[in-house]
């Protein structure tokens, strides 16, 4: 008898992680090690249990996901992430995978495909979830932004004028207009709405910080 799949759960949402349990409770071959809601409480457990597969929210109160997966993997290299998340943004998609992620799902995945997520990158594979496959092939070839130009980007979302961004990055005002004019063009937009609206739909930049 092959032993179980051990689990790891790492998400803030009661009803989310519930649900999950449930899903995986009924489902034989899978075992839950453990549960957390934050980052670091996902991170100890994750060092003390060693689980087969990690599924990592990608919004939690203390971190996010595409930031957290090197920290994971550090501890444990054979261990494997999926990433779960409110909607698909193609920047976060290719940055978790990129960071190390096995899998990305979104939390309407049905229970056959998260099951399916779950052994798939047990066994070695990548596992996107059709949705999130589809979003990230639209994608494709865009032009990446840089360190500096997200940072940008970021600050737009947070509403802030040029002049304010300089100070915060202690840079010159024109260097600012310049990378707003290079953000500008490489996400297709001509307005700071427009630009923050799309930074958000794609996951360049995060509301929430």
Do not use: W
Not at 157 to 173: C, H, P, Q, W, Y
């Amino acid at each position: 008898m092959k032993p179980s799949i051990r689990v790891l759960i790492v998400e803030h949402q009661t009803l989310t992680r519930v649900g999950i349990k449930t899903i995986l409770n009924e489902e034989s071959g899978v075992e839950i090690v453990g549960e957390a809601e934050t980052g670091a409480d996902g991170l100890r457990l994750f060092e003390q249990m060693k689980p087969d597969v990690t599924i990592l929210g990608l919004r939690l109160p203390d971190s996010c996901a595409v930031d957290e997966i090197e920290s994971y993997l550090k501890e444990n290299a054979q261990g494997k992430i999926i990433v779960l998340a409110d909607h698909a943004g193609d920047a976060e998609i290719s940055r978790s995978l990129k960071n190390g992620a096995s899998g990305y799902v979104c939390k309407d995945v049905s229970a056959e495909d998260l099951v399916e997520a779950i052994r798939a990158v047990h066994a070695g594979k990548k596992y996107l979830q059709a949705e999130v496959a589809n979003i990230l092939g639209e994608n494709i070839g865009q032009e990446e932004l840089t360190k500096s130009e997200r940072k940008i980007l970021q600050a737009i979302v947070a509403g802030k004028a040029n002049k304010e961004i300089a100070f915060d990055l202690n840079v010159s005002e024109n260097t600012v207009k310049t990378h707003v004019k290079n953000v500008f063009e490489k996400l297709g937009v001509s307005d700071r709405t427009s630009a923050a609206t799309l930074a958000i739909k794609r996951g360049l930049a995060r509301i929430d910080l």
